[in-house]
């Protein structure tokens, strides 16, 4: 059984670029969730993605966007890069259940170098 | 901000149970305590979660004050692979249940 899957592994983007990462979430999983964490501090909630739609999201600007698609997978897009968007990003996938979401499990992770 | 509080950093030799322990004093009825690890680089890994009764897995025990204000995670026997950051989190399940990680203890096993 795949566990959560991220790519690419590894990005470099120059500031003012856009940069798209992607998420296949744990076999059964419905719910995505990614997560942004700078070096050295744990990882800060962006946002969440149930059926289709975004669910919850945490304090950061609208140049983060995301979507989910039918199969559930996920991608997170981030536009007009700065160098402090720099960091490892974090995919978590869970199962939702009679309006809870169950344990997240995360990916390995993108790590964001922005030049 | 996180709802927890835990120590910076902490040592443990190889062999003996590494005791973590994490204070959530104002945690709600509905909060449950879940326990993650990040191993340098990669991604967090799911340890063990629980809401007032103590829990054990293949992993770790975790240990729930009667008052649910503080909590202990038992790694019963800890190598030299367990060294990571453990994170302490409580957490709202439904409504999304986002997870709010604070710094975390930086645990070291020795030889």
């Known amino acids: 059984d795949a566990g959560v899957t991220q790519s690419p592994t590894h990005l470099i983007k120059t500031r003012g670029q856009q940069v798209t990462l992607r998420c296949s979430p744990k076999?059964?999983?419905?719910?995505v969730s990614w997560y942004q964490q700078a070096l050295g501090q744990g990882p800060q909630f962006i946002f969440q993605?149930?059926?289709?739609?975004?669910?919850q999201r945490g304090n950061f600007p609208d140049r983060f966007s995301g979507h989910q698609f039918p199969n559930y997978s996920s991608e997170l897009n981030v536009n007009a890069l700065l160098l402090g968007d720099s960091a490892l990003y974090l995919c978590?996938?869970?199962?939702?259940?009679?309006?809870?979401?169950?344990?997240?499990?995360f990916g390995p992770g993108t790590r964001l170098t922005v030049l | 901000d996180a709802k927890t509080t835990q120590p910076p950093s902490m040592d443990c030799a190889e062999g003996r149970a590494a005791n973590l322990p994490c204070n959530h004093s104002?945690?709600?009825?509905?909060?449950?305590v879940y326990w993650y690890r990040q191993i340098h680089s990669q991604g967090p890994q799911y340890i063990i979660h629980?809401?007032?009764n103590n829990e054990t897995n293949e992993m770790a025990s975790l240990i729930i004050t009667e008052d649910r204000k503080s909590s202990t995670l038992i790694l019963p026997h800890a190598t030299l692979r367990d060294t990571a950051v453990y994170y302490c989190?409580?957490?709202?399940?439904?409504?999304?249940?986002?997870?709010?990680f604070g710094q975390g203890t930086e645990l070291s096993v020795k030889p």
């Open positions: 978590a996938s869970s199962r939702s259940r009679t309006g809870e979401r169950d344990t997240q499990y």
């Open positions: 629980g809401l007032k």
């Open positions: 104002t945690i709600s009825g509905n909060e449950y």
């Open positions: 989190i409580v957490r709202v399940t439904n409504q999304g249940g986002k997870l709010i």
């Open positions: 993605y149930y059926e289709e739609e975004e669910r």
């Open positions: 076999s059964g999983h419905d719910t």
